[in-house]
């Protein structure tokens, strides 16, 4: 089993920027890739970013690339979510979440185990 704390999100005007943090206990955390989700009220469940499990490959959704950056620290056992330049459409519930295996996924389903959320707000 891992466990999964988000922490990080709150509100903030257009253009400003947040870091999320997600802090992860159980397993050893730098056998899974990690990745951040997003869910948007009405909306589904959408992917944001994934990091492998070494740091060195990441990959973002078109609509956050160039603004989102994800890194991880294995010896704090922690994936953060850098956030600049928001905007109001970035407002959902964040989530993080662990997988199994080398390569990473866009799908929700190829996660393992997933954090409750963490709310971010843009204001216009």
């Known amino acids: 089993q891992v466990q999964l704390v988000e922490s990080g999100g709150g509100l903030v005007q257009a253009g400003g920027s947040l870091r999320l943090s997600c802090v992860a206990s159980?397993?050893?955390?730098?056998?899974?890739?990690m990745g951040w989700f997003r869910q948007a009220p009405g909306k589904e469940r959408e992917f944001v970013a994934y990091?492998?499990?070494?740091?060195?490959?990441?990959y973002y959704a078109d609509s956050v690339k160039g603004r989102f950056t994800i890194s991880r620290d294995n010896a704090k056992n922690t994936v953060y979510l850098q956030m600049n330049t928001l905007k109001p459409e970035d407002t959902a519930v964040y989530y993080c979440?662990?997988?199994?295996?080398?390569?990473?996924?866009?799908?929700?389903?190829?996660?393992?185990?997933w954090g409750q959320g963490t709310q971010v707000t843009v204001s216009s």
């Open positions: 979440a662990a997988g199994k295996g080398a390569s990473g996924s866009q799908f929700s389903a190829s996660y393992d185990y």
């Open positions: 990091i492998i499990w070494s740091g060195d490959w990441s």
């Open positions: 159980g397993r050893t955390f730098s056998n899974y890739v």
